[in-house]
């Protein structure tokens, strides 16, 4: 059974830094692509960034609302996704999700599982 | 940037069926995935590349996609189908995954 589960969201002041985690079971987690999406409060869903494979930088695409602040990395020694996110501002506040990609039809971005989330929350 | 445009609420009482659709120019060429999400809970791919189905999902999901409208088709709606529904593509010119702002379905 596939398991995700997110951890590391708090309260942070703006301006500040947080790394979320996302620790994965039940799959070979170093052949998947994995990706975040966010939710703000009484919000719809957003994707914010997806990691391939290993490692960080060109290993990974990231929404326009984050690029440059956020980075997505994992450790597939670990089974563990990671979304260091800095410069933070109020409207990222939101719960993020980690989901597993699933590829069909030639494309890779179906997310065919998700954790529970963790809440982010950015203000003074 | 590519826009997916849903109708925010339907209401319909149970046994019913509903077609939930997901706008956008040209998504007929693009693959559609679906999501459902119940209050407080992750959500739950329902329906994928346009009209597949995962397992464990009920045949009363059903999806299509032409022209300018994917539809996700509810049949013989039962009070547990009531949440909210995402509809998603893979936008291959900005390199961008892209949702729709959901549809919240109510059963009365």
């Known amino acids: 059974e596939v398991q995700l589960s997110e951890s590391g969201g708090g309260l942070v002041q703006p301006g500040g830094s947080l790394r979320l985690s996302c620790e994965a079971s039940g799959f070979m987690f170093a052949n998947y692509a994995m990706s975040w999406v966010r939710q703000a409060p009484g919000k719809g869903l957003e994707w914010v960034s997806v990691?391939?494979?290993?490692?960080?930088?060109?290993?990974?695409l990231y929404a326009d609302s984050v690029k440059g602040r956020f980075t997505v990395s994992r450790d597939n020694s670990k089974n563990t996704l990671y979304l260091q996110m800095d410069r933070l501002r109020a409207e990222d506040t939101a719960i993020y999700y980690c989901?597993?990609?699933?590829?069909?039809?030639?494309?890779?971005?179906?997310?065919?599982?998700w954790g529970q989330g963790t809440l982010v929350t950015v203000s003074s | 940037s590519y826009v997916l445009t849903q109708p925010p609420s339907v209401s319909l009482a149970p046994g019913q069926t509903t077609s939930l659709t997901c706008g956008g120019n040209?998504?007929?060429?693009?693959?559609v995935h679906w999501y459902q999400q119940k209050p407080g809970q992750a959500p739950v791919l329902v329906v994928y590349?346009?009209?597949d189905r995962p397992s464990g999902v009920p045949e009363r999901f059903s999806g299509s996609n032409s022209g300018n409208t994917a539809t996700l088709t509810i049949s013989r709606v039962e009070a547990g189908d009531e949440a909210d529904y995402y509809c998603?593509?893979?936008?291959?010119?900005?390199?961008?995954?892209?949702f729709g702002g959901g549809t919240k379905l109510t059963v009365l």
């Open positions: 040209n998504i007929g060429s693009k693959y």
């Open positions: 990691g391939f494979g290993s490692g960080t930088s060109s290993s990974a």
């Open positions: 590349t346009n009209s």
């Open positions: 998603q593509v893979w936008d291959t010119d900005s390199g961008h995954v892209v």
């Open positions: 989901a597993k990609n699933h590829c069909s039809g030639g494309t890779c971005y179906i997310f065919d599982n």
